[in-house]
T-cell receptor
């Protein structure tokens, strides 16, 4: 099955700093999502971005499907940005029609220090 | 519009006991999913449903059963709980295949 690798595994930053989180995947995808899991365990959908670039406030994401990676940018970090960021993908092969498995990476744990 | 809700939020079981986790969504989504999350890992798909009356196996289906009798509800059953099923269980739904999945708040299950 498809492999998803996220880097870095851990990131500690001062409030106000910018960060870039990376997601590499091993095969073509037709679904890629970024999630934020807050310290209370809630999974919050950030972006649905199988290709292209999207922005939402201080967050933006870019997926280059042909090169099999996606990047999540966080600017002017706030303490509320702390938590684990997951990338999740679904393989894009025709043979996968009906297989709805979303494969998650192991996440990047982000800690923002006041 | 509550989105995706899960019941219960937390449960402790003894080995061999059974229980059912309920997931409900009010977004009229066709697809629903059950995942488990274990420490230091991402989520793994247990079972999913592509519509009322349908179910399909995911990545880690053993020891679980599911039912989708109504479009808005997706039930996850543990017939004989084992300590290896201690985990946090997340339900999700999407409008159709390949679209954004929206997650519930999770159910924390401890099997002793």
């Amino acid at each position: 099955g498809i492999q998803v690798e996220q880097s870095p595994p851990d990131l500690i930053l001062q409030e106000g700093a910018n960060s870039t989180l990376r997601c590499n995947f091993s095969d073509s995808v037709n679904n890629l999502q970024w999630f934020h899991q807050n310290p209370w365990g809630q999974l919050i959908n950030l972006f649905y971005i199988p290709s292209g670039t999207k922005q939402n406030g201080r967050l933006s994401a870019t997926t280059v499907a042909t090169e099999r990676y996606s990047l999540l940018y966080i600017s002017s970090s706030q303490t509320t940005d702390s938590g684990v960021y997951f990338c999740a993908v679904k393989e894009g092969k025709e043979s996968n029609f009906g297989n709805e498995k979303l494969t998650f990476g192991t996440g990047t744990r982000l800690t923002i220090i006041p | 519009n509550a989105g995706v809700t899960q019941t219960p939020k937390f449960r402790v079981l003894k080995t061999g006991q059974s229980m059912t986790l309920l997931c409900a969504q009010d977004m009229n989504h066709e697809y629903m999913y059950w995942y488990r999350q274990d420490p230091g890992m991402g989520l793994r798909l247990i079972h999913y449903s592509v519509g009322e009356g349908t179910t399909a196996k995911g990545e880690v289906p053993d020891g679980y059963n599911v039912s989708r009798l109504k479009k808005q509800n997706f039930l996850l059953g543990l017939e004989s709980a084992a300590p290896s099923q201690t985990s946090v269980y997340f339900c999700a739904s999407s409008r159709t295949r390949g679209e954004t999945q929206y997650f519930g708040p999770g159910t924390r299950l401890l099997v002793l």
